[in-house]
């Protein structure tokens, strides 16, 4: 038996000695046979013990995979062009020369839906209500003042302006991307909420693993279940535990924030209540957390101001948000 | 003695089993640990683990497989003792450069070894990471979900559709190919 056939009989005991139906008397007969054998499970159980102590680290270092599971599956094509390939290898090596330099999807706020160039074919808008859309193996419930890009048919790449959560069915063939701002999330089959502004991102994830990438990064961060995590215009990802309301639905009950940056949140009301709201960008970056009830969209946003301490300014149609004086002398961020 | 104490209440169904079993469970630990005597002290640290000065540990509860929980805790006795033989093996010299044991239990003995350690651990997720990377897809996707998300075996099996010991020949493979590519480092 050669030395890499006994790591994998090694590797192979070691991968189902979970099994309910293990086979000991096997597995003993096995070690038995050779003090190799032995040897040869030790370094598989060290190594499993040194990757679960590893584990997160692991898991922030890693890059998303892009390639689909099954072979043969198409990468999809449909890719606008600000997508970098991140795995010529994976891909096949002619694909690198492809990568080119970063389009910026540009979103200005308040804001059109973004559509690059090569934009895909359809756009589905949610006007004031919410609205439901199935897409690549995806429910989408769109939020009010949000937009959907859908792919041509048999993409899988989505672009989002505003707010939505997926509820991905599991295909192994595909793998659906969700471009939003700056920044780029991919799934294999769970359920998340994603907020997006004009710049950064709010992802929670309710089920399964997301992975948040910035354009132009070679690597993403991976969420699982109950995790969030906040992209920000400077390209940074933060991330945390979600708390269990702030990953409730949103389709009726209030509207809960969790240290979100406040353009985000001000982007978000301003989508719930139809209104056109402006932030000062001194404010913008400050976080905010708490919970808005829906209702008419004044209301909505007089709540806003007053639990985020901002002064209203309207101005016709254009309502201004920005820090309240004796805020900005209190606060010294 | 190996006789585990006298329990003064009712031998729980666990401690039953394991009645039954303490023959097999030291022939699989002498199998394991290529040493009876140290096979006879890890089936007394067993009994001990899930059978503690108190009687039967707060929180045990029922177990649905003894027989699948008593080797696997056997497994995890083993493997401490496993551990702490590399160990002393590292500390002794002979075999330095085997980094598994600079983990959660070192014991650097001055600033530098600390700082050496973190060094060399840093090395090695680094390579870890790579490894991970450069494993086939399927094996990646499987390892991913099942060792850094805790996905079970039997959801990715589901997930993915694919049968439980396609499940576990993904894992065996990237197991192995990790060992190797952390051994030729």
Redesign the interface.
């Known amino acids: 038996m050669s030395e890499?056939g006994i790591?994998?009989q090694?590797?192979?005991w070691?991968?189902?000695?979970?099994?309910?139906d293990?086979d000991?008397?096997g597995?003993?007969?096995w070690?038995?046979a050779s003090?190799r054998h032995?040897d040869a499970?030790?370094?598989?159980?060290?190594?499993?013990?040194?990757?679960?102590?590893?584990?997160d680290?692991?898991?922030r270092?890693?890059?998303p995979?892009v390639?689909?599971?099954a072979?043969g599956v198409a990468f999809p094509l449909a890719a606008p062009p600000s997508r970098r390939l991140r795995w010529p290898l994976?891909l096949g090596g002619g694909l690198a020369a492809v990568a080119a330099a970063a389009v910026a999807v540009v979103v200005t706020y308040p804001s059109a839906p973004s559509v690059s160039a090569s934009a895909p074919a359809r756009q589905v808008a949610a006007g004031d209500s919410v609205r439901q859309v199935a897409v690549a193996g995806a429910r989408v419930t769109l939020a009010p003042g949000s937009t959907l890009a859908l792919p041509a048919s048999g993409g899988t790449e989505i672009a989002l302006t505003g707010r939505a959560s997926f509820d991905v069915t599991?295909d192994?063939a595909r793998t659906l991307v969700v471009r939003v701002a700056d920044y780029e999330i991919t799934d294999v089959?769970t359920r998340f909420d994603v907020i997006g502004g004009s710049d950064s991102v709010r992802v929670k994830v309710a089920e399964g693993?997301v992975t948040l990438r910035r354009d132009g990064a070679s690597q993403g961060v991976?969420l699982?279940a109950g995790e969030m995590a906040t992209g920000l215009p400077d390209g940074s990802i933060a991330t945390a535990h979600a708390t269990p309301a702030a990953l409730a639905g949103w389709q009726r009950g209030p509207l809960v924030y969790d240290a979100m940056p406040l353009d985000l949140v001000v982007a978000d009301v301003a989508r719930f209540s139809g209104r056109t709201l402006l932030l000062d960008p001194a404010a913008s970056k400050r976080s905010f957390s708490g919970v808005i009830a829906r209702g008419d969209g004044a209301s909505m946003i007089d709540a806003l101001a007053t639990l985020a301490g901002l002064e209203v300014d309207k101005q016709g149609d254009t309502i201004r948000l920005r820090d309240r004086p004796d805020r900005e002398r209190a606060v010294a961020d | 003695m190996m006789t585990p104490p006298d329990s003064e209440t009712e031998p729980s169904g666990l401690a039953l089993v394991y009645q039954d079993m303490r023959g097999?469970l030291l022939?699989?630990l002498t199998?394991?640990?290529?040493d009876a005597g140290e096979a006879e002290e890890a089936l007394q640290d067993l009994w001990l683990r899930f059978h503690g000065d108190a009687g039967p540990r707060p929180g045990a509860g029922p177990v649905g497989?003894p027989?699948?929980y008593l080797?696997?805790a056997a497994?995890n006795v083993a493997?401490d003792r496993?551990?702490e033989r590399?160990r002393r093996r590292a500390r002794d010299g002979a075999w330095a450069d085997l980094s598994?044991d600079r983990?959660?239990g070192g014991e650097p003995i001055d600033a530098n070894a600390d700082a050496e350690a973190a060094l060399v651990e840093n090395e090695?997720?680094?390579a870890?990471?790579a490894a991970?990377?450069a494993l086939p897809?399927?094996a990646?996707?499987v390892f991913?979900?099942h060792?850094?998300?805790g996905v079970p075996?039997a959801a990715i099996a589901e997930?993915?559709?694919i049968s439980?010991s396609g499940?576990?020949?993904h894992?065996?493979?990237?197991?192995?190919h990790?060992?190797?590519a952390?051994a030729e480092q």
Do not use: C
């Open positions: 890499t790591f994998e090694a590797a192979e070691h991968a189902r000695q979970d099994a309910p293990m000991w008397a597995f003993t007969a070690l038995d003090p032995r499970f030790d370094d598989i159980a060290l190594l499993d013990e040194d990757i679960a102590s590893h584990r680290t692991l898991r270092q890693l890059a995979e390639a689909p599971i072979p994976a599991h192994p089959g693993v991976r699982t | 097999e022939r699989f199998a394991r640990l290529g497989n027989r699948a080797y696997r497994q493997l496993v551990r590399r598994y983990g959660a090695r997720v680094t870890l990471t991970i990377e897809t399927g990646r996707r991913t979900l060792k850094l998300d075996h997930q993915l559709g439980r499940v576990e020949k894992l065996a493979l990237a197991m192995a990790l060992r190797r952390l």
